[in-house]
């Protein structure tokens, strides 16, 4: 029997089916709360993706103006004109099935805005890719800007808990089951260094983000065309090829040594490093579920009463956070993979190719920003159980310092025996549920060992190896290198 609900036409408050309202269709995060309500988000909406398009037709006037190739008038008409609350994004993208992109109408539209004072002068010799690329490179360049102020408040808090913990002991963890004594400061360093890995990378390519302009094939044509009509007023030999370098000065971004309308290196590394990004951001998410476990305890997702809550189960706190940016983390390859394949791109412009960045980039930028945002929160408010950390080391009974025994115990039986006798000592432990070292102390090859090395034995604290040091050495490393960044700058 089918359920009532399964046929059941959605309708909204107002009782209206879908198309029958103004903002049907619309994402506003519902699936997606990893970034619902970031300042990634709002960063690359419709709205902003819009401006950015905006910017860019209002950059190449000006550019244009710059070079006596347009009037100044035309500029300052374009410019005024170009605000996004003046036109209906609804309208403009259902009008942009018919020429496959949102360029084409938008530059009707802005002509219609901008008046006489720039007739003719508005997107004069681009083609609608050099406008969408430029967009989008101008979203992404923002959204970073937004990106990087997260992952240094994550940077920031991880420095910070790897310094307090810097001795604090707990099981090193390999293929699930316990290794050998580490120090969670040293996790947390760790943790730090993805952090600013993920930092550089982004900063490297938001500061390599280009403009784009080549006209219909990338050639410079048509601005070639006007440059030589306007000659013989103003315009001097060589303006055209100055022209992708000036509208990128008018744009804020880099200027491209090439037009790369099939030439999609820029694209591609933006897509690796978003998805290192998360990546290295999962990482650290990662490790926060499986410490805090309930069987584990080590640490627990901070965020007050009700964080974490469960519809079923009153008494969960679950990792909601850690959970979010894992999620995103396994997302971002897809997304990556899509623009990594759009590197094949055919003839001079593309078919599909390009058209398939679109989305994927704007969701890679999505779920990396609520990501980072997610991350810094977890790291500012994560509590940490160094108690838990002791009993946990003590699970095994001293079996976790087998190792550690077999080396202290070389000195005395040689290497080769002193492994076999740990081994042997360690099964009989995991069988008989008692201490390592108390098996130990019963072999008569062992009599002669010293009672300063058998409290060693005892105590999991103090095999932790250049675990602190090693955190104090990654903890040295600066949160912005200085190549990357000038004092005060903002990123």
Not at 247 to 262: C, I, Y
Request: aromatic letters at 4%.
């Amino acid at each position: 029997m089918t359920s009532p609900s399964a046929d059941r036409t959605p309708t909204d408050a107002a009782g209206r089916a879908p198309g029958q309202g103004a903002d049907d269709g619309a994402d506003v995060g519902l699936l997606s709360p990893v970034r619902a309500g970031s300042p990634a988000e709002a960063a690359t909406g419709d709205a902003a993706f819009l401006q950015a398009l905006l910017d860019a037709e209002a950059a190449l006037t000006r550019a244009q103006a710059r070079l006596r190739l347009a009037p100044a008038a035309a500029a300052t008409a374009v410019t005024e004109a170009a605000e996004a609350a003046r036109y209906d994004v609804r309208e403009l993208a259902l009008r942009a099935r018919a020429g496959g992109n949102p360029v084409i109408p938008l530059v009707a539209e802005l002509t219609a805005a901008a008046g006489p004072r720039a007739d003719g002068h508005i997107h004069r010799g681009a083609t609608s890719q050099d406008i969408m690329d430029t967009a989008a490179m101008l979203v992404a360049h923002r959204t970073l800007g937004l990106l990087l102020v997260d992952l240094d408040r994550t940077a920031a808090a991880l420095a910070e808990l790897a310094a307090t913990h810097r001795n604090s002991a707990l099981p090193g963890r390999t293929l699930t089951q316990h290794a050998v004594p580490t120090t969670f400061g040293l996790k947390a360093a760790g943790w730090r260094s993805l952090a600013l890995d993920a930092r550089r990378r982004l900063s490297a390519v938001r500061e390599t983000l280009p403009a784009q302009l080549g006209g219909a094939a990338g050639t410079l044509a048509a601005f070639e065309g006007y440059a030589r009509s306007c000659a013989g007023q103003q315009a001097p030999s060589g303006t055209a090829l100055r022209l992708p370098g000036v509208f990128a000065e008018e744009t804020g971004l880099a200027e491209p040594s090439l037009p790369w309308h099939t030439l999609r290196t820029p694209v591609a590394d933006l897509a690796a490093a978003l998805a290192h990004t998360t990546g290295a951001l999962g990482k650290f998410a990662a490790d926060v579920l499986v410490l805090g476990r309930t069987e584990v305890g080590e640490v627990a997702e901070g965020g007050g009463s009700g964080a974490g809550g469960s519809s079923a189960m009153p008494h969960k706190a679950n990792p909601v956070r850690a959970t979010l940016v894992t999620a995103a983390a396994r997302q971002l390859p897809a997304l990556a993979g899509t623009l990594f394949g759009a590197l094949v791109a055919e003839d001079e412009r593309p078919a599909g190719a390009w058209h398939s960045e679109w989305q994927c980039l704007r969701e890679a930028l999505r779920l990396t920003g609520g990501a980072a945002r997610c991350a810094a929160e977890l790291a500012e408010e994560l509590r940490v159980r160094p108690e838990r950390m002791r009993e946990n080391l003590a699970l095994t009974h001293g079996r976790i310092l087998s190792e550690h025994a077999a080396v202290a115990l070389a000195a005395y039986v040689g290497r080769e025996r002193a492994k076999s006798l740990v081994g042997d000592a360690a099964a009989r432990s995991a069988a008989e549920r008692v201490p390592l070292v108390d098996v130990l102390r019963e072999l008569p090859e062992l009599a002669d060992v010293a009672e300063d090395v058998w409290q060693e034995l005892s105590d999991p604290t103090r095999a932790t190896g250049c675990a602190a040091q090693l955190a104090d050495r990654a903890s040295a490393r600066p949160p912005v290198p200085w190549a990357e960044q000038a004092p005060g700058e903002e990123p």
